[in-house]
């Protein structure tokens, strides 16, 4: 009876949740804001608590955003950008998937099931970034991105 228990013991500390919850109220209602016109919010930051994805950090500004992803865990990012040129200014997105160096194998493996049901809510991007070094997320280099998949520039040359 007692070497069951150790070995029931022991096993839960290896037992972690298959199945993943998606908070979709939560997230639908951030992704929203920050699709919209009509707030300040240019991201959002989506993290696993226990076996919930959910809101864990909005705001404005990019440093901010930058801050929310650290090497030791999974998460998901979303921000709105104003790319174009003087002629033609667009509102683009981007969907960021952060699989931290020091994450461990199992965790990413899990990650791709869950992007999936991610991207159930999280619909409408213009950009998809997997990135797991935080010199990665770089403002100017997701811009660059975004112009370049923008379509025709209709600038004068002249620099903004």
Not at 23 to 28: A, L
């Amino acid at each position: 009876m007692l070497a069951e228990q150790m070995l029931m013991d022991h096993m839960q500390n290896f037992t972690a949740p298959l199945v993943t919850i998606i908070d979709t109220t939560r997230i639908k209602a951030s992704y929203d804001e920050v699709r919209s016109d009509y707030t300040e919010t240019q991201w959002v930051v989506f993290k696993y608590s226990d076996a919930t994805i959910t809101v864990a950090a909005k705001g404005k500004e990019f440093d901010e955003f930058k801050q929310q992803f650290e090497d030791s865990e999974r998460c998901y990012g979303y921000m709105r950008f104003r790319t174009g040129d003087e002629m033609s200014k667009r509102t683009k997105f981007i969907l960021i998937t952060w699989i931290g160096k020091d994450v461990g194998v199992m965790q990413r493996a899990k990650v791709t099931n869950d992007k999936y049901l991610m991207k159930q809510v999280i619909t409408n991007y213009a950009a998809e970034f997997q990135l797991e070094c935080i010199s990665e997320i770089d403002e100017n280099y997701f811009k660059d991105e975004l112009n370049k998949i923008g379509g025709t520039k209709y600038g004068t040359g002249v620099k903004m």
